[in-house]
């Protein structure tokens, strides 16, 4: 018979449950991260050729109008190849797809990485991270499963998503977060920590990976923050909603743009015609407007008080356009690094218009109502915008400050479909 102590003893998973995850974790979070350097350098340098070299050479400008109407739109084409006649069509509509997901094909895999650097690399306003993500679990859980048949496949999955989010951004936190909410509720033995600890081995692997092969940073130059006061506390909270707001116009928009790019129905029609909106919105907006917007964005916030307010709301409308048309279009990628260069744009526009508020609460609680707002990710929403404040003293102010954006933000659509084409919320 059972004692009062055995009844009562947590169950807790023992070392040797946990050790043999190891091995596993450090070989698919420094594969993940290895996945996304070789993405994003292969993307890089076709970025180089096609917006330096060439124009160089023909002797015209590297964001002139025609040009960038002439690259986007010649991307749109080589995207509609892709996803026409590679194995798979390069993945699922992207429009429905999030920061994780069941496994794709292996097949799929090269399709979609090809035509998210393709993508990347011709100015589309897209990042790299669910083609990353989606990449990393399909070929985690292919290898994984005939490696070792017996573990769930699930396990695989969750060591590719937490190892691609530390490359991502170059530290484990932001997969803790984010796997922090996906088993919240969840049954299983074991603490949360002990079903965190193998994709944290993994998150921390690939994150060290990027950290040593390259040099990821969102932190953008801010000046800090480092005393704030109930001023800035007021400012957050309404620099926050206001974010949450504008980047919700988008949110709703983009049902009605989806289906319009979806009656043209074939790729080689709708990406095309996706990258020649896209050229038109370079050219309206100026090359900050292009890319997946990280390096973008500390250019932005390098040039605080030379764009009028008129100019950056300018930026922040054409930026939302395109990611709109991006992702409604076809074209693979994310939209969390674009989210952040459209928070960053609205949130100058705001201390352009109130220079009495500090440009790291402008920018760093505009950052968070619009992730807020697009992603429904709550603490990667925090997270993000934490790091572009870099400044603790700016943590207990977004914490406050998520709280009016998150009642502005449930329930409402939010910047991905179902497979119906219904906005999900």
């Known amino acids: 018979m059972a004692t009062d102590h ?40 076709l970025q180089s050729v096609l917006w330096e070299t060439v124009p160089d050479a023909l002797d015209i400008g590297r964001y002139s109008s025609l040009w960038m109407i002439t690259v986007l739109t010649v991307t749109g ?60 679990i399909s070929l985690a859980a292919w ?22 989010f530390g490359a991502l951004f170059g530290t484990p936190v932001a997969a803790a977060l984010v796997l922090s909410e996906a088993l919240t509720g969840q049954p299983g033995r074991g ?15 690939g994150a060290m990976t990027t950290q040593l092969l390259a040099d990821p940073s969102f932190a953008m130059g801010l000046p800090p923050l480092t005393d704030p006061g109930w001023e800035d506390l007021l400012a957050a909270l309404v620099v926050a909603t206001l974010g949450a707001l504008f980047a919700l116009l988008g949110c709703y928009a983009f049902p009605p743009l989806h289906r319009a790019f979806g009656r043209l129905r074939h790729p080689m029609l709708m990406l095309p015609a996706g990258g020649l909106l896209l050229g038109l919105l370079g050219a309206l907006g100026g090359h900050l407007t292009l890319f997946k917007g990280l390096h973008e964005t500390k250019e932005l ?63 760093s609680s505009a950052v968070l109502g619009v ?26 102010l977004l914490c406050l400050a998520s709280l009016p954006a998150w009642l502005v933000v449930t329930g409402r659509p939010q910047l991905e479909l179902d497979h119906q084409g219904r906005s999900r919320r």
Do not use: C, N
């Open 301 to 363: 916030v390098g040039s605080i008080g030379v764009y009028s307010s008129g100019e950056l709301a300018r930026l922040a409308v054409v930026k939302l356009a395109a990611l709109l048309v991006a992702a409604a279009a076809g074209f693979r990628g994310g939209r969390v690094f674009p989210a952040v260069f459209l928070g960053t744009a609205f949130g100058l526009v705001v201390q352009a218009l109130v220079p009495e508020i500090h440009p790291a609460v402008a920018v």
């Open 143 to 164: 290898l994984g499963l005939r490696a070792a048949p017996d573990v769930p496949g699930a396990f695989w999955v969750s060591l590719a998503i937490a190892g691609t």
């Open 371 to 396: 992730l807020l707002a697009t992603t429904r990710q709550g603490w990667v929403s925090l997270f993000v915008a934490a790091v572009i404040a870099s400044s603790p003293a700016m943590l207990a």
């Open 191 to 205: 603490s949360l920590w002990d079903r965190l600890f193998a994709p944290l081995l993994a998150a921390g692997a």
């Open 77 to 136: 084409v080589t995207v509609g190849l892709v996803v026409w006649k590679a194995p798979g069509h390069a993945g699922p509509d992207p429009a429905s797809e999030g920061l994780g997901g069941p496994p794709l094909p292996p097949l799929v895999v090269p399709g979609l990485l090809a035509a998210s650097t393709l993508a990347l690399a011709g100015g589309v306003s897209l990042g790299p991270e669910q083609p990353t993500i989606a990449a990393a």
């Open 6 to 45: 055995d009844a009562t003893a947590p169950a807790e998973a023992p070392v040797r449950i946990l050790l043999p995850q190891v091995l596993p974790a450090l070989v698919v979070g420094v594969g993940s991260a290895l996945l996304f350097l070789g993405i994003s350098t292969l993307a890089d340098e």
